[in-house]
């Protein structure tokens, strides 16, 4: 009887709700609703509110609408919210270059949201890593625009197919925190859409549901009232269909020095522009402002119904209306299955850098003595925040055991942490005596040094972390870290560092040690990861997203115009030279290439071959090429493919354009095969407003980085091809009209 009345309460329901009908299209359901609103009712969707949730829309009992519930956590659950798994940094998991793992990442975090009652989380942030003291680089993908664009469809898909709408951030060449709220870049449209736009592309044709605009000025309109960033790039040419919101005015609830500003600076500017949402507040997009705008024809009534459509659109695709939110913020949320997840993940996205003579891994029959130095392994350990970089001053020591990962929307509260201490002494078991040193900030050197000498082998652990708001004062270790690691390797020099760190940082001491591993922000399972690592139970297979310089001014950005900007004026004057394209223009060997990572194994790489498809609209060209793991265990290459493009097109002169990560026994050699389409020959034509494919010769280099190609292939000559393909075009050196496609997709 109840599951009949329950039938017919659901009829009744839908009969006076036709929105409610699941089995209709999502966008005519989303205009059935629309034109059941009343004007007020329209009005509440378009802003925030206070709540319990970083950002809150009320919601609408006459209208069946659900609250939206908004919530920080590119990397974890933030906002202060706690029983939740405090996961590696984007940018760790980035280093896996595997979209696999990032789409599961991506989706454990969106379980964790929704469990909290979430049903909007503010990630990706997708920003590329221009500046390499960038405060946010631990919640990018990196330095490469194909890269980040493969890693966010992931993310996005991972995200969404929970039923949490996802929200790409931040709209757009928000590249630095110095100045966010006020600064002007100033860049050229080809830039912005071959180095700074292809990931909002990509997560735009993965279906994201918002995306938010950013708090500086892009050529001199604030981005969140910049009708050429928000209606002509984002909505017409890129085809995103759903809503924009406002970054909040608000940098960070962590930092009580924080100067607090709006990104919303308008009411009529903003809407007509293409802004659809105010967050969290409603400064300017409140009833009476847009009424009183709308009275006096400023804005009209229909794009007040655009705004609203593309807040409910995704609302309805994504589930929102067919299910109850049983979520809430206090609910326990964490799981030892996503425990186990952050755990694989740190280990996946570790990063070899350097390791002399096979000092790694750890043998224990070898063994009889180590010591580990460093607050960064258990006395302040860098998952938690060894070194703040805030507003109110360059360096703050936190008490042990703070729990953040990183600072600001991208900070986490983890319910423990295994920190590299523990996790060594829990894999030594008790055949090897651990010692352990604090060291660190003007500590005592003499103990630092003693411990050294005994040991077998060192372990020093070092790092820095950053936080929203502010980016680093420069790329050294804070505290005299380099210092440390200086003595160490003087008294011992079988030592290993282990770098915890939210990006590039200088290594002065390279040359000294033995060995180098990169975990960037490991999370909470940081110590039984890196333990793997180090004793070989896990095979190191983590690539750099991002390049390593050699110095401070061996960088791309190094003038004051480029960065930090002059009176708020900040020009991209490097264009397409963005990370290891200006090192590889110029000629110049960084500490560490982009894409460098080693392995305990070694692989040898054949010559590649390409195969051209005729008569295909797409032009698309196979690569093929045989890989060996050459060594005595099993691990995985990231095997890379970059092109380099014709001298005309002034591009640099190697582009990532195919990456995959494969797992080999020892001995096995495996075919590796990359499919290129004409999206890969592409360069933007701001005359015409879009991308065409650039006829001309192209190389192909075939490696394990940026700087490590093991193999190049024969030219592809699209000229030829398209004549041997379309001979009967009227003219073959236009991709167009022989037929390859030319579609406006990055």
């Known amino acids: ?105 991506a989706s454990a975090i969106a379980v964790e949201q929704r469990i909290k009652g979430a049903n909007v989380m503010l990630g990706p942030m997708i920003n590329i890593a221009r500046i390499p003291v960038g405060g946010r680089n631990f919640e990018s993908m990196g330095e490469d625009p194909y890269l980040a664009a493969r890693l966010v469809a992931s993310y996005v898909r991972g995200v969404q197919k929970n039923g949490v709408m996802a929200c790409a951030k931040h709209w757009a060449n928000n590249n630095q925190e110095h100045s966010r709220m006020t600064v002007g870049t100033y860049i050229d449209e080809r830039t912005e859409w071959e180095i700074y736009y292809p990931a909002f592309q990509a997560a735009v044709d993965a279906d994201v549901a918002s995306v938010m605009c950013a708090y500086n000025l892009v050529n001199g309109t604030y981005a969140c009232e910049n009708y050429k960033l928000l209606t002509v790039n984002l909505k017409e040419r890129m085809g995103f269909k759903y809503f924009v919101m406002s970054d909040w005015f608000a940098v960070s609830t962590l930092l009580s020095c924080h100067i607090f500003h709006n990104t919303t600076h308008s009411t009529v500017q903003s809407v007509n522009a293409g802004l659809d949402q105010e967050m969290p507040d409603r400064n300017f997009f409140n009833p009476g402002a847009l009424k009183q705008a709308i009275s006096q024809g400023l804005v009209t009534t229909s794009r007040i119904d655009d705004m609203v459509r593309r807040i409910l659109l995704p609302m309805f695709k994504f589930g929102l209306f067919d299910r109850t939110n049983e979520g809430t913020i206090n609910a326990p949320a964490e799981s030892r299955s996503h425990r186990q997840l952050a755990h694989d993940l740190a280990a996946v996205g570790t990063v070899l850098l350097k390791n002399r003579r096979g000092i790694l891994p750890l043998r224990e029959e070898k063994i009889a003595s180590i010591a580990v130095i460093g607050d960064a392994a258990h006395l302040n350990p860098v998952v938690v925040g060894l070194v703040f970089q805030l507003c109110c001053t360059i360096c703050v020591n936190t008490p042990p055991h703070i729990p953040h990962v990183g600072g600001g929307s991208g900070s986490v509260h983890p319910p423990h942490i295994s920190t590299p201490l523990d996790g060594i002494r829990s894999r030594a078991g008790k055949s090897i005596n651990v010692t352990y040193t604090p060291g660190g900030n003007g500590g005592n050197m003499a103990l630092v040094e003693d411990a050294a000498r005994k040991a077998n082998v060192v372990i020093v652990v070092v790092g820095a972390t950053s936080a929203e708001g502010v980016d680093r004062p420069n790329l050294l270790l804070p505290l005299a870290q380099d210092a440390m690691v200086e003595r160490v390797t003087a008294a011992n020099p079988n030592t290993v560092v282990v770098v915890y760190a939210p990006g590039a940082v200088l290594m002065p001491w390279k040359r000294k040690v033995a060995a180098i591993v990169c975990g960037f922000l490991p999370g909470q399972e940081a110590g039984d990861a890196i333990a793997e690592i180090l004793f070989g139970d896990v095979n190191p297979s ?205």
């Open 542 to 746: 983590g690539k750099l997203p991002l390049t390593f310089p050699l110095s401070e001014t061996q960088v791309a950005t190094s003038t004051p115009i480029q960065y930090p900007g002059i009176d708020n004026r900040e020009e991209y004057i490097e264009k397409l030279l963005v990370g290891y394209r200006w090192y590889d223009a110029l000629k110049k060997q960084p500490l560490y290439p982009f894409g460098h990572g080693l392995s305990y194994t070694t692989f040898r790489y054949h010559r590649p071959t390409i195969t051209l498809t005729p008569d295909d609209p797409h032009c698309r060209a196979t690569v093929r090429i045989d890989v060996r793991n050459t060594g005595d265990r099993a691990g995985t290459e990231v095997v890379q493919l970059y092109l380099g493009f014709p001298p005309w097109t002034h591009e640099p002169p190697r582009q990532l354009k195919g990456f995959q990560r494969v797992f080999f026994e020892p001995g096995e050699i495996r075919t590796i095969e990359f499919m290129l389409d004409d999206r890969a020959f592409r360069v933007w034509d701001a005359g015409k407003g879009r991308f065409v494919v650039a006829p001309g010769r192209f190389r192909v280099f075939v490696g394990s980085s940026s700087r490590d190609v093991r193999a190049e292939a024969h030219v592809i000559d699209l000229i030829d091809f398209w004549i041997r393909a379309f001979p009967n075009s009227a003219n073959s050196h236009n991709p167009k009209a022989s037929g390859c496609d030319s579609r406006m997709h990055a």
């Open 1 to 105: 009887m109840s599951i009949r009345i329950l039938a017919v309460q659901t009829i009744h329901a839908i009969d006076e709700k036709p929105w409610l009908d699941a089995s209709l299209p999502y966008t005519k359901r989303a205009d059935l609703l629309l034109y059941a609103m009343n004007l007020d009712e329209k009005l509440t969707l378009v802003h925030g509110i206070g709540g319990q949730y970083v950002g809150n829309v009320p919601n609408n009992t006459r209208l069946a609408i659900p609250a939206l519930h908004l919530q920080d956590g590119p990397q974890g659950v933030a906002g202060r919210v706690t029983n939740v798994t405090a996961f590696p940094s984007v940018l760790t998991v980035t280093a896996a270059w595997d979209p696999s793992l990032m789409e599961l990442f």
